[in-house]
């Protein structure tokens, strides 16, 4: 499984399949006013005994979007890109194949060349011939809203990345050339510009108030129909995914496909909670998870592109992990709660602050950080030279750290000796690092692992990986690490480096 940008395209084979279900779909209907929950009939009769009426059933009204769509659908746009030379890797263009036997008498044939892109096309849904092969021009989709009556528009990053030219299309069919005032990729969030006036605008709202269960609406183009309309509802909030690092996603299981990146998500009270962004796909289409960039991150952004074109974030320096039951347990937390330091870099603003790896950071500034993916985000949100204080556990107590915070800009063979100490209780021989060993790591301090296997095995220590400390306390020695583990309990915690990283890992002795 892989995370896919949204204007990847779906596989060619689902296209009809996606085309039956939605004809069922669109025999359903629902007759319900706005809400924001699910209503019941307060006029109907209370159901003694349903067992006894099979015919009868709880009535359950679904929420009516078509006056939300109404009212904010003229303020979505059409966005479409082009790209000289070849798609870039970064925006996932890749164009989807021809079903394998299909030539150009088939009726179909224009079907998928017109709505998924010919070999070359990037799926450009606009019957345009693209990327001919020969590195010309290449075209792409995507979506944006308007954020103010004189042209500001919000969109993703990876849509208008590596663009020659970008076109905004109104609803009422009015077309601009729109100016990229800044884009970040980071956050994947960029700002365009038209030259218009007395625009339909969205209402911004509040993500945070927003809860897993709740209706939302993503309006976009995906693959290039304008103004599509889809429900969902929230299935998460603050999602980490993968390689990014400062994004606490809103989760959906709305249907959003490629063209709707950039597309507003909007709660039943027609606010703009999210920018959706990214799908969790095995094919490239839509299987039932989307990820939207909340709204108040997107906006803080665009202030800054607006301002000054770029974006500035700070940094401590920190390499941070998840606390988990086991990890809790072993530094003695009431709870998984807060993000594990498990090393520091030691160019970075942390050296210079008493903050150390086993520290497990609590709150920034007074707000409590519940789970680590909320900690990147604190601290990118603060402006360089600005102190931060940290709210840090350390040895089964609370204490403050102050730590000034900064902007924000190889792998190693170690020798293996046998002359090793096993550890049975945890399944590993170790031994002392060589002097040679201890600069090629850059560490002062820690334990060889030749061999591994039982506990240590099994929660996923590997030979040749360094153990620096076993819950918080430096590892000196062999026969150190023995005596640490005699007052152990049944869970530690050993902070591990491998490959030059370093990861606490948590082992179960019990």
Do not use: C
Request: charged content about 20%.
């Amino acid at each position: 499984m892989r995370t896919s940008k949204l204007t990847r395209t779906l596989v060619a084979g689902a296209v009809l399949v996606a085309l039956t279900g939605g004809y069922v779909a669109g025999r359903q209907h629902w007759q319900a006013p706005i809400a924001s929950e699910l209503l019941s009939d307060a006029n109907a009769a209370p159901v003694a005994n349903t067992q006894n009426t099979p015919n009868t059933a709880p009535r359950m009204l679904v929420p009516d979007f078509s006056q939300l769509a109404e009212q904010y659908g003229p303020a979505v746009v059409n966005i479409s890109v082009t790209h000289d030379g070849k798609p870039s890797a970064a925006r996932g263009s890749a164009a989807i194949p021809m079903p394998p036997g299909m030539d150009q008498n088939d009726p179909l044939f224009q079907f998928f060349r017109r709505f998924y892109g010919a070999p070359g096309n990037d799926g450009g849904g606009d019957g345009s011939d693209g990327n001919d092969g020969s590195g010309g021009p290449t075209r792409s989709l995507g979506s944006g809203f308007i954020v103010s009556p004189d042209g500001y528009i919000l969109t993703n990053a990876h849509v208008v990345d590596d663009a020659s030219q970008v076109t905004v299309k109104l609803t009422d069919k009015r077309e601009y050339k729109a100016k990229v005032v800044g884009s970040d990729k980071a956050s994947d969030v960029a700002l365009l510009k038209i030259a218009a006036t007395d625009l339909p605008t969205v209402k911004i709202g509040d993500p945070s108030k927003s809860k897993a269960g709740e209706w939302v609406v993503a309006i976009g183009s995906p693959y290039g129909f304008d103004n599509t309309v889809t429900a969902g509802i929230v299935s998460a909030k603050a999602r980490a995914l993968p390689d990014e690092n400062y994004t606490p996603f809103i989760q959906t299981d709305v249907p959003v496909n490629p063209g709707n990146s950039g597309g507003p998500l909007f709660n039943l009270n027609g606010e703009v909670i999210g920018i959706n962004s990214m799908i969790y796909s095995r094919t490239g289409g839509f299987q039932g998870l989307s990820f939207a960039i909340p709204i108040d991150m997107a906006m803080k952004v665009k202030s800054q592109l607006q301002q000054y074109g770029k974006v500035s974030r700070g940094r401590i320096g920190v390499a941070i992990q998840e606390v988990n039951q086991s990890l809790a347990k072993s530094f003695g937390l009431p709870k998984p709660m807060g993000a594990l330091v498990s090393s520091i870099d030691k160019n970075g603003p942390a050296a210079k602050s008493d903050l150390k790896p086993g520290d497990v950071i609590l709150a920034v500034n007074g707000t409590t950080i519940d789970d680590s993916v909320q900690l990147p985000e604190k601290i990118a949100d603060m402006r360089p030279g600005q102190k931060a204080t940290l709210t840090v556990w350390r040895n089964g107590a609370k204490q403050d750290v102050s730590v000034t915070v900064a902007a924000l800009g190889e792998k190693r063979d170690v020798a293996s000796h046998d002359d090793s100490t096993a550890h049975g209780r945890l399944g590993l021989a170790v031994r002392d690092l060589s002097p040679e060993e201890k600069r090629a790591a850059q560490v002062t301090n820690g334990l060889f692992v030749a061999r591994v296997g039982g506990p240590a095995e099994q929660a996923g220590v590997q030979p040749g990986d360094i153990i620096l400390s076993l819950n918080g306390t430096p590892v000196t020695s062999a026969s150190q690490l023995s005596d640490k583990l005699k007052k152990a309990g049944n869970s530690v915690a050993l902070l591990v480096q491998r490959d030059g990283q370093q990861i606490f890992i948590p082992v179960d002795l019990g």
